[in-house]
Structures are given as C-alpha cells and as structure tokens.
C-alpha cells in the first residue's frame, strides 16, 4: 500500500520545552480560505487559540493596474476603475472622473452632478447590505442574512444594468459628467426601489440588530481606539465606528453634497457591533439622500461638451482627487506630462491602509475573532492589491 | 493653506531644513513642498504635533520615478534588441524618485499639504528616511513603494515586498522596466504588444 | 420455531448489515477496476490554503484544552450509563432511582470542584 | 437498449438504464464546487448561488471550502503569478474525479489585465480546463448555462475505451507540475503537458500583419 | 429577557417564509434555462458589426478607420485594411474590413469601441450563452461570425437603433442630393427599412 500521507515530521517535542509553557502554531489563513473575502492571506502563530502574531500578506491579486494604466489614455483607464473595488465600481468611476477633472479643470454640469450622487449613493446601499450579509456569513449564520442583502442587491443591479449596460462594472462616468442619460421609466422604478428600502432595512435590524448571539460576539470584539484610528489613517465607516466625525461627502463637499441634509452616525466604542451598526445607519441616510436627489433632478446637459472623449490631453502638472467611497476615503493621484497618457497614475486604497491596524484588534483574541473582525473592516482584494 | 507662510514657519521652527515649493502648473494648483531627506522626521513631526497645524493624518504615500529628462523619451522608444551597456549603466541612475505624502487634518479638517522627497539616483540602493514614526498609516504604502521602485526606507519596522512574491528581484513599476516576455499566444497582437510579440518569436 | 427462538433477530441483524456493507463493496469493486487510484506528492501533502505547509502541528498546547477534553469525557461516559437506565425506567422503584441520584451526583459534584477551581473558566 | 423500448418503458413509469447511465446522472446532479472567489468574478459566482439565480437547482450549491471534498474548480477571477502555483496546488489535492470551469475573460486569457508583469495569461497554461466562459465578469446565467455545459460533457462520458475520461484512465496525469517562483517569473512559464497554444502567423513586416489564428 | 432577540429574527424569517405562499414578490428565483429574466434593453456583452440590407459583408458599415483598436483598453480588436474600395450606404467610395477579428476571450466588454465609432458600425449585443470547450477556436470572433443585421439591432435595443437610424438617414439624406441619380436606388433601400423601426 502506497504511503498515503506522510508521517508527520519528527515531532520537536524537545525535552527542553517541557516546563509547561506552549509552544506557538504557526498556520496560514491562506490565499483560498472562506473568511478572507478573497485572495488575502493572514500567518497567525497561535498559543491555544488565541492570536499571539498576525502578519497580513498581500499580492495574489496585484493585476498592476497602475502600470497599465501608465501605457493607457486617460478614457481607456476608466473601465479598468471598475475592476478596482468590484462591488462599487459607480464610485471608483467617480473618484477617477474627480482627480481627472480637478486636473484639467473641467465643469460639470448640474443634472450630472445629480446623477453622479444618485447612483454614488444606489453604489453605497448595496455595497453595505453585501457587507451585513458577509459579516454575518462570517460569523457561521452562513445563508440567510446572506440571501436577503443579495435579494436587494440584484434589484439594485437591475438599476444600474438599465442606465449603463452592466451590472457590476458600469463604466458609467466621463471626465465632465456621465455617459448616457436615463432611459424612460428609469426614475419611476428607481423611486420604488429607493422606497421599499427602508422596510427592508427594517426586516434587516428587525432579523439580526437585537439577536444575542451576534452582540455576545460582537461586542467589545475588535476595539479600535481614535487615536490610533486616525494615525493609523483609516477611513470610512471603521473611522466613524470609532467616533472620530470625518466623512469626505461633509469635509470636502465634492459634487452637491452640500444640498442635501443628511447626517453622520458615529459609534462610540469601536468594535465590530458598532461597525455592523454604522454601516446600516448609513444607509438610512443614503435613503435620505436619493430621495432629495431623485426629488430635484433637473433638466439638462449629462456632458461637459467641451471636453473632447478621444485624445484627452490635459497639461503638464498633477493632482490629486477623493471621494467618500463606501470602504473610506478613495483617492486618484494623477501626474500629466501633456501626452494622452497619464505619466503616474496612482490609487490610494482604502481598504488596504484600513488593513493597517489589523493586527492590533487582533492580538490576544481568538481565531474565530480574527474572521469577523476582517470581515467588519471590508475589505476588496481588487482594490486592495490593485 | 498658502504655502509661503508654512514655509517660514517651518523654516523657522526646524533649523537648517532646506525647503523648496514645487509648483503645480494644473488647474487644481496643489503645489507641493520639497524637503531634505535629513529634516523630513522633524517636520513630520512639526506638521503632526503643531497646535493650529493638526496634520495628523497622512493620506496618501506615492512613488514616482523620473528618470533623466533625455532617457525617459529614449527609455520609451528604445527598441529591446539593440544592446547599449554603456548608456545602460548611467542612464539607469540619471534623474531621482520622489515620494510624495499627502497630508490632511482630521482635527481642523483642513486641506491637503503635500511633501515630496527626492532620492539622490536612481540606483538599486536609494535610501530615504521612513516617516511611518510619524503616521502608521504610511506603513504599507511604503513598503508598496519599496517592493515597486526599489526606495529603500531607513527606520521602516518590517521593510519587506508588499505586493510582489519574495524571491523577485525587479522593481515592475520603474520607467525601464523590462518584462519577462511570455507572449504564445498574442491573436490580436498591435503596435506595442505586436513588438513583444515579435521578439518572442525571433528569439 | 420456539416463541424465544433468536433467528428472527439473526435475519434482521443479517440483512441490517447487509444493507450497510452491499453498497461499500459495490464502491470498492467498481474502485478496483474501474477508476485507478493515482497517488502522487501535491496530493498527499497536507492542505494549508494552497500553500506548501510548513512547520510543524505537533506541538504543546495550553494544558486547558485537555482538561476541558477529559470532563467532557467523564460526563460522555455517565450518559452511556443513564442510557441502559433511561430506557428501563418503568420497572423501577425508589432504591434503583436513589442509586442512579447518587451516581449523577458524584459526578456534578466532581464538576462542581472543577468550576471552582475555574478549570473551565477561560481567560 | 433501443430508444423507443426505453420511452415506451418510462411511459408505464419503468426507468431502465444502463450503468454507464447510471454513473454519469449520479455524478453530473451533483457536482460540488470548490469555494474559490478570486476576483470580481467571484461575487457573479455568489451572486449565481444566491436566491435569484439559484444554482441549487442543479446540485452545485455547496461550496466545499477545503479541496478534498470537491469536484469542480471554478477558477473565478484573475489568476496572477504569485497566486499560479496556489492554485495549481489546490488542482491537484482535489481528488479525480476532478473538473475545471475558467470564468471570465481574466481565467481564460489574461483578460483586460494581460499586459500586467503579474499577471498569468490564463490557467491552461498549467491545467487542463474543461469549460471556459467568456465575459468579463460574465453574467450569472452565463455560469448556469456553462454548468450544464459540463453536465452534458459528463453525459457524454464512456467508462471504457480509448475515449473514458481522465479519472478513469490510469497512464493520464491527475497531477501536474507545480511553478515555482523565480527571480523574473514563474519557472517554468507554462506547462507544455496542458498547454498547446497553436502558432499566430506574425508576418513580420513592421506595419501590416495578417495574424491568422 | 435573553433570547427575545432571537425570536424576533425567528418571526422574521417565519413572515418571509408564510409570506411566499401569498405575496409573490418573495419568490425572487428565475428558474433560468425555462424561464428567462425579463430582457434589459441596455444590457451588453460584446461587440458586433452591423450591416445594412440583405448581403453581410458588402453591408458592413465599418471602414477599417482603426480607431476602434487604437482606443480599445485591452487591445482585443485588430482589423486588416481592404485594398479596394466599396461603396457605403452614402454611396461614397471607402474601405472595409479585409479581416476584423475580436479575442472575445480578452474583451473586457466596455462599449468604448461603439462610443468612439464615428461611423455606428459597431454596437453591443446582448448574447451571453457563450461558454465553449474550445478556446483558441471559439473565442476568437473573425469578421463572419461578428457581422449581424441591422434588424437585429433594432431587435436588441430598439430606442438606440432608431435613434442611430435617425442620425444616418438624416447624413445619406444630406449626402445625397449631390449625386442625386446613381443613388436612389440605395437611399430607397434605406428609407423602406427606416420605415420597419417600431
């Protein structure tokens, strides 16, 4: 009979190492493993089960998008934002459309502008739902959370593939304004889509908000403190979670954010329950938003007409532009030499700097903590890896 | 937040640091400011610690690589056969990469202040100090740029390749970087993939 | 046959066993000859999320988890006991109740010493 | 066992059948996928077992998280150098009977990434795929229909002859070569057992070329 | 009192499930193969070449004008130049596509090649049951297999098509007065199948 495994390596049980203290397992939560959303790969030594040295190792996902786009112009670069963070390429497009006009200095005009924040918001409804539904799939209620979020996000995908053509990768936005404007009846089925949302969000907190098991093993897990929060230059709603006031819609007032009333919820502890808790507040308010957006939509140019689609060439010089993208802060630094080609085209991602401060929440907790507490900070390998 | 006054303000407080404004010739006017690599710590620090200042968060950490101005075009259009050794040797190390911080302040929620440090060549050990001391959020960044250009940052905790596997050697990002070629199969090769693809065959 | 006869149960015992082991041979037979068994390095290697697995998960853990595992054993083999009990429950009087209370006693009162010596409280 | 015998049977509510038949129904309606998301592909792939597309209705909803216990590899997303011998790894601990679905434009070829330093040129360069589906990501339907693209091939399975398929056959690798990681590149680039990409006619004349495949 | 919260999840799941026998939009399945998603006029997938009136390859309204492979992000397109000339709709001599390949397989299906297409030759199609066993067979397109007929367009995305009529008529109507005679027969064969749009 074949061997049919090895016999494990000799065992280094060294008489030395018998006075009682354990020794460290070393093991890889690796490239292919459920809880890492992706190709993400984490070496945790662990004593027993608690976490005694996290090392995140990234690039099984580095698809070098910034050297690409280095040999792409300036429009051939916008499809490929799409495939930054798949679930949200509508904002990707935005912050890529952003930088570009802050370094050409273009206008756009105001019915863009409205479109541009109704589908940035659509974007963050149904990346948040998607994260609910993942943390919670991380956190063993594997399915049933999972299929209502996914539920609301097709009817969300059916927006977006009416208006741009795709469901994932809308490729949607231009430098001055949007591609193409909405098709007859588009608004009507966005307003109902948009109303029932909030009783879907009811049933949400009604399924998960109040259920023990989810606060037992939430909270007080994974605590990040403002300080190190801020050093650590994490954005988004983990920022928020830990109670420091700094959302990009509200600081920078990029597009017509400042039209519309809204309002930032902030957590107070930090841990997992207050991200989960974060994320679904802020869908409330994005409801709020789309409703005054969708409410005084004007008439009007979706184009900036006089910037040329083709042989875009802005002048020398550089910039760089940001947006509140539903992970945090996602930035487009861009350096122009005068050719139809960016000369450095960079992404600033956040959920790779979020990941910075994983090890910290991490430390001293156990295994099954490390996975909720990855799943809580979403993060997306194309974005991630880039 | 004009530039001059921060400028002699700094000066000023760091002693001895030589700062110089780059100015930003695009619509967006985000001029930059150049510092030393000696004083950058102390003016980190300065920046983050200041009370009207406040810049405690460091959003973006950049590599960008320049090489010698008579190169960059000829690094572009040089055609791979031709072996030029010679010109190889210096041109490789003419020009300088910068890295680039953009900082903001999440306290006084001001705009951005941009820093830009320059390398003294373009050689395969260029150092440059680690400002992660100063924001941790500058951590991966810089490991991102050293794994990609080859920027190696003294007083960086765990200076290891972020993106690219261990046992790489190259920095992919660098303007004359040259591709392993694996081009089989290339059905709709054109221009610049068309290149490569004949030199596959040719070899 | 003889009202206490035991070849009813032999039948049954017969074809229970039958009905498990058929299949198995069936599989085993078709594994023989049908589809060939094709051993080789990357596939007996252990898995570890893709990577080749190094170190070493022969190694001395936190004394805690063992003694968690022999309580669980001692209560596991007091449930074997209670089942033969459980199921002839009717015919009993006091004195087999009483005995079977002081047997489950003994053992709440080893857990009891555990809990207090907080064995089973994790820090 | 003549088709009209068959129907005639099937109308009384007889089912006969022979083993062969019997062995590929049993294993095409339940074919269980590896839970292998690499990239955007991956959400479509989620998004294909969810409530409104629903792959459970084809027997392919458990993902099996580790490879022992799976039989199709749905390689979702874009394979790049430092994830190739990963994956090639995990190909080859799944037990045979054992079948590969390249999704989207990225597994296929490369996709829009191919002129990435990091990015493998498709997975057939190191392992044989059974079905490919273009898109980019394609849509979830397209999932389902290339699923029953590889249960019809799994039908058309014979269990002797030259033409059985891989599992059944003893001389046909079920393992194969794991890249290593070089100083430029993966070593070696491609797999020569599984990759045999025929030659594109490059005239080469600088400017027009008549690339027939 | 512990447990309350679980309850409520329990209730909700429980409305959902006694909901699906009375309120059908709870049953979100599309039972695929059978029944199909109801058709979404501006979805697409990959691009095709468009020809007008009956024989495909003289209709091609492409003119091998290359800006497509240019602006093409993956560069998946590539197209030979004809030597000779053919008339088009507007009756002018121009060029067309000797061969006009797409790698399907690298196509990343961005319809910037029908945003730059200054002459609507190429546009989106909807098809998405692709998946083959052959790659370097059936994944790369040759002009046959990517030319489809203007009815076809109109069939997929009727709004777009009449809009994209609109203009060309509107161009051959400007184009021809000048050659008036030699032309009329092709602008009659244009204007019938303007009149079919819905």
């Known amino acids: ?377 979403d993060i997306v390998m194309g974005e991630v890896d880039r | ?81 031709e072996d030029l050794e010679q010109d190889e040797a210096d041109c490789a190390t003419a020009g300088y990469l910068e890295v680039v911080y953009h900082l903001y302040s999440m306290e006084k929620k001001h705009g951005p202040v941009i820093l830009r440090m320059r390398t003294c060549d373009r050689g395969l050990r260029v150092h440059l100090p680690s400002l992660v001391s100063v924001w941790r959020s500058a951590d991966f960044q810089e490991r991102e740029i050293f794994d990609l250009f080859g920027v190696i940052f003294d007083g960086h905790p765990d200076l290891r390749r972020i993106l690219m596997w261990d046992e790489y050697t190259d920095h992919p990002m660098r303007r004359d970087y040259v591709e392993p070629d694996d081009y089989e199969y290339e059905p709709t090769a054109h221009d610049e993939v068309l290149r490569k693809t004949m030199n596959h065959y040719a070899k | 046959m003889k009202p206490d006869s035991y070849l009813p149960i032999v039948i049954l015992l017969l074809g229970a066993v039958g009905f498990a082991v058929t299949p198995l041979a069936l599989a085993w037979l078709w594994a023989k000859n049908f589809s060939p068994s094709k051993p080789g390095h990357d596939k007996n290697s252990i898995y570890e999320c893709g990577l080749e697995s190094t170190g070493d998960s022969w190694v001395q853990f936190n004394p805690g988890y063992y003694l968690y595992a022999i309580i669980f054993l001692v209560f596991d083999v007091e449930v074997v006991f209670l089942l033969p009990f459980a199921t002839a429950f009717t015919g009993f009087g006091i004195g087999e109740c009483l005995a079977m209370l002081v047997f489950i006693l003994l053992l709440i009162e080893g857990l009891a010493w555990a809990y207090q010596k907080k064995v089973l409280t994790w820090t | 066992m003549d088709e009209g015998l068959k129907s005639e049977l099937s109308k009384q509510g007889v089912v006969a059948t022979n083993l062969q038949e019997l062995y590929n129904w049993g294993r095409r309606n339940s074919i269980w996928p590896l839970n292998f998301g690499l990239a955007c592909c991956a959400i479509e792939m989620i998004a294909s077992t969810m409530a409104r597309y629903d792959m459970a209705r084809f027997g392919a909803e458990v993902f099996r998280p580790s490879p022992r216990q799976a039989d199709l590899m749905i390689v979702a997303g874009t394979i790049t150098k430092k994830m190739a011998p990963q994956v090639v790894r995990l190909y080859n601990q799944m037990p045979e009977p054992k079948y590969v679905i390249s999704m989207g434009a990225c597994a296929i070829s490369g996709g829009p990434f191919k002129q990435g330093y990091n990015v493998l040129k498709g997975i057939d360069r190191y392992i044989p795929v059974d079905i490919y589906i273009p898109g980019c990501p394609p849509r979830p339907e397209a999932l389902i229909d290339a699923l029953m693209a590889l249960q019809r091939k799994i039908d058309a399975q014979q269990l002797t002859g030259d033409s059985r398929p891989r599992h059944l056959n003893a001389d046909e690798p079920s393992e194969f070569t794991v890249p290593k990681f070089g100083a430029h590149d993966l070593e070696p680039p491609q797999n020569p057992v599984v990759w045999h990409a025929p030659l594109v006619q490059i005239a080469l004349a600088e400017d027009d070329d008549s690339g027939t495949a | 009192m512990l447990g309350v919260g679980i309850l409520k999840g329990l209730t909700e799941t429980a409305r959902n499930f006694v909901g699906s026998y009375f309120r059908k939009d709870r049953l979100t399945t599309i039972q695929f193969p059978e029944e199909r998603a109801p058709r979404i006029e501006a979805s697409r997938n990959f691009p095709f070449l468009v020809y007008d009136g009956p024989d495909a390859m003289a ?42 390949k797409i790698d399907v397989s690298v196509c990343m299906s961005c319809q910037i090649c029908v945003e730059v297409c200054p002459f609507d030759a190429i546009k989106m199609d909807t098809d998405f049951e692709l998946s083959t066993q052959n790659r370097f067979d059936d994944l790369l397109w040759p002009k046959l297999r990517l030319a489809k007929s203007n009815e076809y367009y109109h069939e997929i995305h009727p709004t777009e098509a009449a809009a994209v009529d609109a203009d060309l008529a509107a161009a051959r109507a400007k184009a021809a007065p000048k050659p008036a005679a030699p032309v009329a027969p092709v602008a009659a064969a244009a204007a019938p199948e303007k009149g079919t749009t819905a």
């Open chain 1, 1 to 377: 009979m074949t061997t049919l495994a090895e016999a494990p390596p000799k065992s280094t049980l060294s008489p030395s190492a018998s006075n009682g203290d354990t020794q460290l397992l070393e093991v890889s939560m690796g490239p292919q493993h459920p809880s890492t959303h992706g190709v993400f790969r984490m070496d945790v030594s662990l004593d027993g089960e608690t976490v005694v040295k996290l090392k995140p190792i990234f690039g099984y996902l580095h698809r070098n998008h910034e050297k690409i786009a280095e040999n792409e112009t300036y429009l051939g670069s916008m499809p490929y934002t799409d495939r930054l963070d798949y679930f949200c390429s509508i904002t990707n497009n935005w912050a890529y459309a952003l930088s570009v006009e802050t370094l050409a200095g273009i206008v756009v005009p105001e019915r863009a502008e409205y479109l541009r924040v109704i589908t940035a918001e659509l974007t963050r409804l149904q990346n948040h739902t998607c994260l609910a539904g993942f943390l919670m799939q991380d956190m063993g209620a594997s399915g049933t959370p999972l299929m209502y979020a996914f539920r609301e996000r097709e009817k969300i995908l059916d927006l977006f593939e009416s208006l741009t053509g795709a469901r994932m990768m809308c490729n949607y936005m231009r430098f001055g304004g949007c591609r193409v404007d909405l098709p007859a009846g588009w608004l009507e089925q966005a307003k109902t889509v948009v109303a029932a949302f909030p009783k879907f969000l009811d049933e949400f907190e009604a399924l998960l908000n109040g259920n023990e098991i989810l606060m037992a093993r939430t909270q007080g897990v994974g605590v990040l403190s403002k300080e190190l929060a801020i050093n650590a230059g994490v954005t988004g709603p983990m920022l928020r979670a830990s109670g420091v006031n700094y959302d990009l819609r509200k600081v920078d007032k990029y597009g017509i954010y400042d039209r519309f009333q809204f309002r930032i919820p902030l957590g107070d502890h930090g841990d997992v329950y207050d991200r989960y808790m974060i994320r679904v507040l802020e869908m409330r308010e994005s409801v709020k938003i789309l409703e005054q957006a969708m409410r005084d939509l004007p008439e009007g140019l979706i184009q900036d007409p006089k910037t040329k689609v083709r042989n875009f060439k802005p002048k020398p010089g550089e910039a760089y532009g940001r947006i509140e993208s539903p992970k945090g802060e996602l930035g487009f630094y861009l350096v122009s030499d005068g050719t139809p080609r960016p000369y450095r085209f960079r992404v600033r991602p956040p959920s790779l700097i979020n990941l910075t401060i994983l090890e910290d929440m991490c430390l001293g907790r156990n295994v099954a903590d490390v996975v909720i507490i990855l799943g809580s900070v």
């Open chain 2, 1 to 81: 937040m004009t530039l001059e006054p921060l400028k002699l303000e700094l000066e000023e407080k760091v002693p001895g640091c030589g700062l110089e404004i780059i100015s930003n010739p695009s619509p967006s006017a985000q001029h930059s400011l150049l510092i030393d690599p000696e004083h950058a710590v102390a003016v980190a620090m300065y920046l983050r610690d200041a009370a009207h200042l406040r810049f405690d968060y460091c959003s973006n950490v950049t590599g960008i690589d320049w090489p010698a101005p008579n190169d960059a075009g000829k690094a572009k259009l040089k055609d791979m056969e």
């Open chain 5, 59 to 100: 209709g091609l309204r492409c003119v091998s004008c290359f800006i497509c492979e240019k602006e093409c992000p993956p560069k998946c397109i590539i197209i030979d130049k004809s030597t000779d000339k053919k008339p088009d709709a507007t009756g002018k001599l121009q060029f067309y596509p000797a061969e006009f």
